[in-house]
């Protein structure tokens, strides 16, 4: 095997198992981050150069600013795949890819792991369901999507992560007044209505376009819940071989042949609406999942998302076939949630299948891990109501993400 230089792009502190493999497979590793992150604990052993950006913004000056730097860099130092480890860097990546011609996915693409609006339509145009949706572009479109669906609706940024910025209305007249202020930004929102039902992750390795590992789980609390009803995060796994899990990655792999995934890792939600009991697409990345849902699917599964999405990158680049991992085959759930104590006293919890515990300040967060589905759903259960009395805090909803 070659070796090959990756430009890694992380503007939040995450993707060390990433680097950290990258490195060990005989590849230069440069990382361009955030100057504020600097000083962070990234895993500098497998780092060999950092590159610095003055602000983690994606407009345009920012962004000509960046290529510029690069481009600079570029004169002494080789780039042959560029990979962007969080959302926020997705746009960033399929710009340099394309200014530089290096091979990966480009800014169309990149638009349905990113633009909510881009994702919907793609869907919709394919056959495949979504929640009835608007742009917020024409007044008189809006006004005839709320006259004709059913509140309540919500008005959702097109390119923010998990629950960030989204607001639910319940009148067609408390829908004009957000939209309203908006301002200036009211063409990077999107109108949808709102179904409840029950909402599923599919976190997944592909090549060629299709998943060649993938792991379903439930959320028990959705991000959306947690935000804006002060809850506790929980989603746990699913077994692997019933129909709810194959109807699942049935629809998951409709999506990213859709999208034109060509291989990466992903991480996709649909819900189950209790209206029709259909599936319904909601969103996708380009990315491992946060909130420490990687952990969790490697406690499950024996399957470190990060590392293998490192191999599978190095494989492409190197045209060499790509030996997907063994699922292990177990569950596990997780559960997180804000807390009032400043690094909480997890010690209180003592049970054998404690997997992982977070390390990190104002937060109470767990892994579970047991052959025994039951037992974790009961131990989440016990886990919720334990958090609830002795260290839950709740904060506002966050305008920019904190992930």
């Known amino acids: 095997m070659s070796q090959l230089s990756f430009l890694c792009i992380a503007t939040f502190f995450k993707g060390h198992d990433f680097m950290r493999t990258c490195k060990e497979l005989g590849n230069t590793v440069y990382l361009l981050t955030d100057q504020k992150l600097a000083n962070e604990a990234w895993p500098r052993e497998a780092i060999d150069e950092f590159f610095f950006l003055p602000s983690p913004s994606n407009a345009p000056k920012d962004l000509e600013q960046m290529i510029l730097g690069l481009s600079h860099m570029m004169r002494s130092r080789k780039i042959d795949r560029v990979v962007a480890l969080d959302d ?76 960030t910025g989204i607001r639910k209305v319940h009148s067609l007249d408390e829908a004009w007044s957000a939209i309203h202020l908006l301002g200036d930004n009211r063409h990077h929102y999107l109108i949808e209505e709102f179904k409840p039902g029950k909402v599923y992750h599919v976190d997944a390795l592909s090549v060629d376009g299709k998943a060649v590992f993938t792991r379903v789980s439930q959320y028990l609390a959705t991000p959306m819940e947690v935000a804006h009803g002060g809850g506790v995060f929980r989603t746990v796994t699913l077994p692997l071989d019933t129909p709810e899990t194959d109807a699942l990655h049935q629809i998951n792999d409709q999506v990213l042949s859709a999208f034109g ?139 920019k993400p904190t992930n």
């Open 261 to 399: 995934m060509r291989f990466s890792a992903s991480h996709s939600e649909f819900i189950r609406g209790d209206h029709d009991g259909e599936l319904y697409f909601l969103e996708t990345a380009s990315r491992v999942g946060g909130a420490h849902i990687a952990e969790m699917v490697e406690a499950a599964s024996g399957v470190n998302l990060w590392s293998e999405w490192a191999k599978l990158e190095v494989a492409m680049a190197c045209k060499e076939h790509y030996v997907p991992p063994v699922d292990t085959g177990g569950y596990a759930g997780l559960i997180v949630s804000l807390a009032r104590q400043q690094w909480p006293d997890m010690s209180v919890f003592t049970e054998p299948e404690i997997n992982w515990r977070i390390k990190r300040e104002y937060h109470v967060g767990l892994i579970v891990q047991s052959n025994d589905r039951e037992r974790i759903l009961s131990l989440l259960d016990n886990y919720m109501h334990r958090i609830y009395q002795e260290f839950h805090a709740s904060a506002p909803v966050p305008d």
């Open 88 to 163: 926020f860097d997705v746009e960033k990546g399929a710009l340099i890819r394309e200014t530089f011609r290096i091979d990966g996915m480009g800014q169309t693409t990149s638009r349905y792991f990113r633009d909510k609006l881009a994702m919907r339509m793609r869907a919709a145009s394919v056959g495949i369901r979504v929640p009835a949706f608007s742009s917020l572009f024409h007044d008189e479109t809006v006004t005839a999507f709320l006259q004709t669906t059913e509140a309540p609706w919500l008005i959702k940024p097109r390119s923010e992560a998990s629950a």
